[in-house]
Structure formats: C-alpha cells, structure tokens
C-alpha cells in the first residue's frame, strides 16, 4: 500500500530520494572542461561528445522510472571567440530562449533494476539550432552557453500522481558537462581533443566533418 510512501529526504518520494547518479567518462569530461567545451549544433542535428553517460543507484528495482534530459541557459549573454587571446567573451544579450524541450530516455519506462545494471548513455540525444526542428532534437542558441541536466522520474501508479509529481522526480547536475554550443569548432584545442578521444572521429582526420 501507498501509506508509508510518504515523501523522504528533502520532500521527494522514498523511490526517488535516495537515486544517485555518477558521472561516466568524467575525467574526460574535466580534460574538456579545463578547455572549454564546444558541443556542435546543426540544422540536421548533431550528436554530443563526449556522450552524456551515467552510472545510477539508489533506485528501486521493482519500481518503473522515465530517464530524461534538458539543458538550461548558464547566464543570459551571448559570447564570440576571441583568436587573439584564445577566450570567449560576452558579445552582448543572449538571444530568445530557444523552446525549451526534453530527450526522453528511448528505454524509458523501465524497471529501476534494469537502470542500474548498465551504463545509461543518452547517445541517441542530438543538438540542433533549427528553431523550427520536428524531430524532436534538443534546440540550442549557437555561441550561448548550457547545463545539461539529468532527471529520474518515478512512475507513481496513483491515480493521482500528478498531485505528487514534485515528489516524484530527482535531478542531476554536473558542472564539468557545461559547454558553448557552435555551428564550427573555435577551439583548436578542442578540435584535437575531439579527434583525438572520439572513436566516431575518423571523418575528421580525413576532412569530412561529419563523422
């Protein structure tokens, strides 16, 4: 029954409270940051790497969670890369924000069980600055900067669940996953690094920029 369900740490629901998730790859991650990550958008979409990927526990096995992805405006400028120096400066106010749309997980719903024995990669996830996409892509400003985020959503089968949806959810956060989005590399440190460190890559080292 539902009467010791009650919410646990921090007002969520004990099926969600005590969710951990660690970050995979995350030295490679760190190598990026210390760079500045630049993640590609394009018309037709582009694939992040390094990938978002999560190792979770702390779930419940038997109960069904949705995995799901957004990504927020880090502050409200818009930047350009200065070659000279090497950094990115504020170029002004950001740009409308672009409509704001989650990546569900495609194994979403699944057993907490199932969450846990495998790396969770959200590799199907793509980025795009086509305001007008209808392929469900993440929409991104170019030069603008974001966090992308990570939720676990249980799958309350109350009726009611909507009542308890602030309960129900637990969310993610990691710093070193920030980057600026581009339609071209500005970086050519982080040109190198992506070559270097993506296995998917090969399309670079032989000119064609989409791999």
Same mark, same amino acid.
């Given at each position: 029954g539902w /009467?010791?369900?009650?919410?646990? /740490? =921090? =007002?969520?629901?004990?099926? *969600?409270?005590? /969710?951990?998730?660690?970050?995979?790859? =995350?030295?490679?991650? &760190?190598?990026?940051?210390?760079? =500045? !990550? &630049?993640?590609? *958008? !394009?018309?037709?979409?582009?694939?992040?790497?390094? !990938?978002?990927?999560?190792k979770l526990s702390g779930l419940d096995p038997l109960a069904d969670y949705v995995l799901l992805m957004d990504f927020i405006p880090l502050d409200d400028k818009r930047y350009r890369y200065a070659f000279h120096s090497s950094s990115w400066l504020a170029a002004g106010r950001a740009e409308p924000a672009a409509p704001g749309r989650v990546h569900f997980h495609p194994d979403s719903p699944a057993k907490g069980a199932q969450w846990m024995r495998q790396i969770v990669s959200?590799?199907?996830?793509?980025?795009t600055n086509n305001l007008l996409d209808d392929n469900g892509h993440i929409i991104l400003n170019s030069m603008h900067r974001y966090q992308p985020r990570f939720h676990v959503v249980f799958v309350d089968p109350r009726r009611d669940s909507e009542r308890f949806a602030h309960q129900n959810f637990k969310s993610f956060s990691f710093p070193e996953t920030q980057f600026m989005a581009v339609t071209a590399y500005q970086n050519h440190r982080i040109t190198q690094l992506k070559i270097a460190s993506n296995p998917f890559a090969k399309g670079f080292r032989d000119g064609d920029p989409e791999p």
């Open positions: /009467a010791s369900e009650g919410p646990g /740490a =921090g =007002g969520k629901n004990r099926r *969600v409270c005590h /969710a951990t998730a660690r970050l995979e790859m =995350g030295s490679l991650w &760190e190598e990026f940051n210390r760079l =500045g !990550t &630049e993640m590609i *958008v !394009t018309k037709a979409g582009r694939r992040m790497f390094p !990938t978002f990927q999560v959200f590799d199907k996830l793509k980025l």
